[in-house]
């Protein structure tokens, strides 16, 4: 049974931090590109960044470049989003997602950002 679990959101002031966190079980980690996205109300659900299952390459929403760090961790199955900088338009739900033939998605964890 695939699981990813998703940890480290939360409400923090314009201007701060959050780092958020996914446990992957179930699946063999090094095959999958991992990605984080993000859905606000009414909006639809974005990419917001992705690290490569070959090589770690990583990807960035070009609204979040230079604020936001992804990263992954083969041999504790987890893929971490360091999200500096944060604004009110970050708000959202963020998933994560699991991408090799077929697509995983953890439960989300809400951001909110506001003073």
């Known amino acids: 049974q695939v699981q990813l679990v998703e940890s480290g959101g939360g409400l923090v002031q314009p201007g701060g931090s959050l780092r958020l966190s996914c446990v992957a079980s179930?699946?063999?980690?090094?095959?999958?590109?991992m990605n984080w996205y993000r859905q606000a109300p009414g909006k639809e659900r974005e990419l917001v960044a992705g690290v490569s299952n070959i090589g770690g390459s990583t990807n960035y929403a070009d609204s979040v470049k230079g604020r936001f760090t992804i990263s992954r961790d083969v041999a504790k199955n987890t893929v971490v989003l360091q999200m500096n900088n944060l604004k009110p338009e970050d708000t959202a739900v963020y998933y994560c997602?699991?991408?090799?033939?077929?697509?995983?998605w953890g439960q989300g964890t809400q951001v909110t950002v506001s003073s």
């Open positions: 997602n699991a991408r090799y033939r077929i697509n995983w």
């Open positions: 179930g699946l063999s980690f090094s095959l999958y590109a």
